[in-house]
């Protein structure tokens, strides 16, 4: 279809956190382009983890749709880039961005994500009756080499294949 030309230069709308956290609970897709490392740290609830370095670009479109509205968290000066290498795979709708730095003034909407050093992951695994255990990765990666007991369910069909998995049990991903 038509689309417009695209403007490399045109910063997307920075956005405050009251209009964040607005189209967040709308159903807009708030992805969070710092390293997996730091999102854990804090993120906004609700929010996704793309990082901006790599495949940014693939990596969103295997979990977000192109007809879903699009806020961008990433430090300043990063804003562009994102919308732009989203915009090159067709996902045009990014309404804003917000600075991550800015999540400090709302701690009530930060989330922290549990992360486990494969030390841990072995701890919690021996004490922790029924663990699910869900490995994101492809199936010829999985097929390699995977833990055992995992349920494969590639990142790109996670949502699609939510049912199979228990929500009554402690997950690790």
Known sequence: RDRDTLDEHAEPTRLSITQVIDARDAGTQIVDT?????????????????????????????????????????????????????????YDRVIGWFPVDDLADVPSEVDRASRLTAQEFSARRSEVPHLQLVDVRGEGEFMINHVSHAINIPVAQLEKRMPELRTDVPTVV
């Open 34 to 90: 710092r390293e997996s490392q730091l999102f854990a740290t804090g993120h906004l609830r609700g929010s996704i983890n793309v990082g901006l370095s790599g495949r940014y670009a693939e990596y969103a479109g295997s979990v977000i749709s192109p007809k879903d509205d699009i806020v961008i968290i990433t430090e300043p000066g990063l804003a562009t880039e994102a919308k732009i290498r989203l915009a090159r795979i067709g």
